[in-house]
């Protein structure tokens, strides 16, 4: 078995991280016929790759000589890892950021069959072809530079890891205000419905202002017909602009509804006994409450969600799928 010492192991765990960013970027890239900066981090790092080549080379090296032996250790180890790694992130994070649910023989999205019979031949190509002339190139680092340079890129992707870590957590805060907020406007909208009848307003007439399922439904085919306007633009220099107004379409078209559903309240309750007002100032207090929200909402923390999901184009949120996909309409494809 080869020998290395903490310092090389760490090198080889950065080295096959980026392998996998590169690997990663350009096939997802070729599949959406658009860059794509793969992976979870800010940088051109997939840990989940520099750490299923480094437990594949800790199982496989020791039998390198049996080609089943490799396949078979290989296969388990990455599946395994692969497994842990997607559970643990959706469960901190409340998205799953790869998923196999459309592959045959999956378990719970996060493994599948075709997935870890890949990883076999991974990692028989690894340790046979791949791994033996980075080893070799691993040797002649000098040994005196082997440990600081590691401590030096561990310091960088911890940063990296922290930022990112962050930004997930935004990103699955945001997931959640979004989908309260389409919530409470639903709820919002039924109780303006029923202070319109108490004040004999024409019913059918404030639907087609408020009803918020067409609102929300209106807003995702403009953003997709512009998607597909923008798509022919340059994407680098105007992306930040993009993404601002498709904000701010997405905000008025809220703002619109909630001053329609104001509008509605304020007649209905004029109309109620004094006993039955209470509900009515309640809510419309939350209608203020949630104008004030949007006219004062940084565009900052949409730009952050939006770049994890553009590196992980496959992500879906089962509890927050609806605010996940209206997120993806603010991008360009």
Known sequence: MHVYTTGQWVLLFFFYCF?????????????????????????????????????????TLPVEDSLVLIWLLGMLAATALEYVVGTAMEKIFQVRYWDYS???????????????????????????????????????????????????LTV????????????????????????????????????????????????????????VEKLLLQDRIQAGIEEQRQAREERKLRRREREE???RRRTNARLDALSAIAEALERGRANLPENLRDDLDEALEKVRARQAALRTRSPKPFRQSLRI?????????????????????????
């Open 309 to 333: 999901l553009r590196g992980n184009p496959s992500a879906v949120a089962r509890e927050f799928q609806e605010a996940l996909d209206s997120l993806r309409h603010l991008d360009d494809k």
């Open 245 to 247: 107004a498709a904000l």
């Open 102 to 152: 459309q592959h045959r023989f999956n378990l719970n999205g996060h493994i599948c069959l075709s997935s870890s019979i890949a990883w076999g031949f991974f990692s028989i190509l690894l340790v046979r072809f791949l791994h033996p002339p980075v080893g070799r190139l691993l040797g002649d680092i000098p040994s005196w530079c082997v440990d600081p340079l590691a401590l030096v």
């Open 19 to 59: 392998c996998g960013w590169v690997w990663e970027s350009c096939y997802v890239s070729l599949c959406q016929r658009r860059w794509v900066n793969r992976g979870f981090l800010h940088g051109p790092l997939l840990p989940i790759y520099g750490s299923g080549a480094i437990i594949i080379l800790f199982v």
């Open 156 to 211: 960088a992707f911890t940063v990296d890891v922290v930022r990112s870590v962050q930004a997930a957590l935004d990103l699955r805060e945001m997931l959640s205000k979004l989908t309260e907020e389409n919530e409470d406007l639903r709820r919002l909208a039924k109780r303006a419905e029923v202070a319109a009848a108490f004040a004999e307003d024409d019913l059918r007439r404030f639907r087609e202002r408020t009803e």
